[in-house]
């Protein structure tokens, strides 16, 4: 058995490691990174614009990841089967439906941390994980793409964004389709704002069913910087949105 690698341990402030340091895939944790160090914004930020998120349970420090390969989601490529392109073409056509964008992203967080993903017994979004992310919100680093029926919040995703880098992280659903909507919803504010991928992070049967795909690291790293040093976009939704995301090309 190979011996375990070492992994850095952060003090508040401290740059990460080079992105090479993380552990490799036939490692106990495949793109563990770092420990430690803190969720403030500075570090949230300089995180994400190398590629780098926290990913920890209650109990554990903090943990920073960045895989190798990355999951990524190209949104010219942005898969809609028969199914999930009609429910999006009866929730863009109907009065009842609605997509807002930041109206509700705390709302959005708890939602997400009731609903722990496949395969687990609890959350990674635990008290501080929200707090971090509120925080960065109110920077204007983070973001919630909503589903509303009839007024009411009924599913939602929420996730990070630095300069044109944008960064999925957790949707919820109370509705058939609802979070796929909001997908659909983030993919057709990226088309129009001229983003061309959003980070999954890992790998899903979900994910790569809807057209995400894994790319290099180092790839992934370089798209990023690009993207980040770009001028942010205008966080808002109009239903003209939908146009690019419904057309017969896109089918």
């Known amino acids: 058995m190979k011996p375990q690698p070492a992994l850095a341990v952060l003090r508040p402030g401290e740059p990460f490691p080079p992105l090479a340091h993380a552990w490799p895939a036939d490692s106990p944790a495949p793109g563990l990174l770092a420990a430690g160090g803190a969720l403030d914004v500075p570090t949230l930020r300089a995180a994400y614009s190398a590629t780098i998120f926290p990913w920890f349970s209650a109990g554990e420090p903090i943990l920073w990841w960045s895989p190798d390969p990355r999951m990524v989601l190209q949104v010219a490529r942005f898969r809609q089967h028969r199914s999930l392109r009609r429910a999006i073409q009866r929730f863009a056509a109907t009065p009842r439906g609605e997509i807002r964008i930041d109206t509700a992203f705390g709302e959005v967080m708890a939602a997400c941390a009731r609903a722990p993903r ?22 204007g680093h983070a973001h919630s793409v909503e589903t509303w029926i009839d007024g009411h919040l009924v599913a939602g995703l929420y996730c990070v964004a630095v300069g044109h880098a944008v960064f999925g992280e957790s949707m919820f659903t109370e509705v058939t389709d609802g979070s796929k909507i909001a997908l659909g919803a983030l993919v057709a504010w990226c088309r129009r704002h001229g983003v061309p991928l959003i980070d999954c992070q890992q790998n899903t049967h979900h994910l790569a069913s809807l057209g995400a795909a894994e790319m290099p690291r180092a790839d992934f790293a370089r798209q990023v910087r690009a993207l980040a040093a770009q001028p942010p976009a205008p966080w808002r939704f109009e239903p003209v949105y939908w146009t ?8």
Do not use: K
């Open 118 to 139: 496949p395969g687990q017994s609890g959350t990674w979004i635990g008290p501080e994980m929200r707090a971090a992310y509120q925080a960065l919100h109110q920077a």
């Open 244 to 251: 690019d995301l419904l057309s017969p090309s896109s089918a």
